[in-house]
């Protein structure tokens, strides 16, 4: 095992998808000499050069569209979203191409496009550069989304997404970049589709993805110290999601809390809770409780982000909640 950064697991990814395929390239805005807006590509340009690894015009509907059309030519294009916000000036390539293609040309043909974006708040980039948007994106028949939380599976489902033969998209939080944990030697790729258990519980199940998944842990470790075990799942992949998983920890637990920074209004909570109380109904002896941000733009100002922003206080009060 090697200590590495989050964002070094990410490069390392990268580095190693380009080197396996000359098919795969990588583009975006500032993504070769300058290393991308939070440096996850920083050295890639000068180990690939600019047929592998290449800058873009400030057009994210054209960076897209070239991409789905580098897709369909048997490339194997990785592009660069700098903010998950600017998601909405890809949509036509995204929604209407990419997700398509397999469906519309009767599975002769995909779109083996990966998409990375950094999401979430932490650093005061305000309501345009902040937002949390993968419901969206979970949302659309065509399109794989996933959105790790450890530096594994930042590698892990990386190289996943880059061998996928149909559009995935990489939701990174920006906040966990420069995070640090173990990296596998070697490291592999992490499957789509698969949660992971990232605390063993009995008195409650705790669903999260993504940069709230450390929050998660730290209120588990905060209800223990009270005798309360929660059981902890990582989501990994929010579309597909792992349904058995979820499940399965409730049927042990018979409670369910969900939390995401995205706002909780018709977000990746909603789904999993009406599908849990669709096929686990029986084993619940409590409320599903959801815990995610007020139905609200992200705020500029630091103190009003924090309070905006889930904490593990407000995991450990829904809890409470649901075990009252």
């Known amino acids: 095992m090697t200590e590495v950064r989050f964002g070094g697991a990410i490069n390392r990814a990268l580095s190693d998808a380009l080197t396996a395929d000359s098919r795969v390239i990588l583009l975006g805005e500032d993504v070769a000499q300058p290393g991308g807006p939070f440096g996850v590509t920083r050295g890639l340009f000068d180990k690939f050069g600019p047929e592998r690894v290449r800058d873009t015009p400030i057009s994210e509907a054209a960076l897209a569209g070239v991409a789905v059309g580098a897709a369909l030519t048997g490339l194997r294009p990785i592009i660069e979203i700098m903010f998950m916000d600017f998601v909405t000036l890809i949509m036509d390539a995204l929604v209407n191409q990419a997700a398509k293609v397999r469906f519309m040309f009767g599975g002769q043909t995909s779109v083996p496009m990966m998409v990375r974006m950094p999401h ?31 530096v594994a599976d930042a590698y892990g489902l990386t190289r996943a997404a880059v061998v996928d033969d149909d559009p995935v998209i990489v939701i990174e939080h920006k906040a966990l970049y420069a995070a640090k944990g173990e990296l596998p030697d070697p490291p592999t790729a992490t499957p789509i589709g698969r949660a992971r258990i990232a605390r063993e519980g009995r008195d409650v199940t705790v669903v999260s993805y993504g940069g709230m998944v450390p929050v998660a842990l730290a209120a588990a470790a905060d209800l223990a110290r009270a005798g309360v075990e929660s059981e902890v799942i990582d989501l990994l992949s929010l579309q597909p999601w792992d349904e058995a998983s979820v499940l399965a920890s409730v049927a042990k637990t018979h409670r369910l809390i969900i939390c995401h920074e995205a706002v909780e209004a018709f977000g990746v909570g909603a789904e999993v809770a009406a599908r849990v109380a669709d096929a686990g109904f029986d084993e619940l002896d409590g409320p599903i409780v959801r815990v995610g941000a007020p139905f609200m733009p992200p705020p500029f100002a630091k103190a009003l982000e924090d309070w905006y922003r889930p904490d593990a206080a407000k995991i450990v009060a829904a809890v409470k909640k649901a075990i009252s």
């Open 120 to 150: 979430g708040g932490g650093i005061n980039a305000g309501p345009q550069h902040s937002q949390c948007l993968e419901a969206w994106l979970a949302h659309v028949p065509g399109l794989k989304v996933v959105c790790p939380a450890t």
